[in-house]
């Protein structure tokens, strides 16, 4: 079962986005759920993660701009963005490691469900 992001657009830099994750078929709550993204000719790139109790981890690129959160009742996990810079333009994934190890959730192989993906064009 695939993985919804959505949320994503065209914006200037300074402006805030927030993407949400969702899953249909498939509860999020038994897993750690994490974004990433891949800018073009660039490797996918851990930005952020929550575990199944809540906590958060963060790339060090987007510490303190970002925050992740979920909502296990709306089965949705959100990635609340602020103060964007045009570096981070890139196509942003979520996907579920049900394993939810907090070692490895930087790791993308340790994910699955990669859906679509939403693309966020920052301009400076």
């Known amino acids: 079962v695939q993985l919804q992001a959505s949320g994503g657009g065209l914006v200037q830099a300074g402006d805030s986005l927030r993407l949400s994750c969702t899953a249909s078929g498939r509860t999020l709550r038994s897993s750690a759920v994490g974004w990433f993204r891949q800018a073009p000719g660039k490797e996918r790139e851990f930005i952020a993660a929550i575990s199944r109790s809540f906590a958060t981890y963060y790339a060090n690129s987007v510490k303190g701009r970002f925050t992740i959160s979920r909502d296990n009742a709306k089965n949705t996990v959100y990635l609340q963005m602020s103060n964007l810079k045009p570096e981070d333009t890139a196509v942003y994934y979520c996907?579920?490691?049900?394993?939810?190890?907090?070692?490895?959730?930087?790791?993308?192989?340790?994910?699955?469900?990669w859906g679509q993906g939403t693309q966020v064009t920052v301009s400076s």
């Open positions: 996907g579920a490691d049900p394993t939810g190890i907090a070692s490895t959730l930087t790791d993308s192989s340790r994910y699955n469900g």
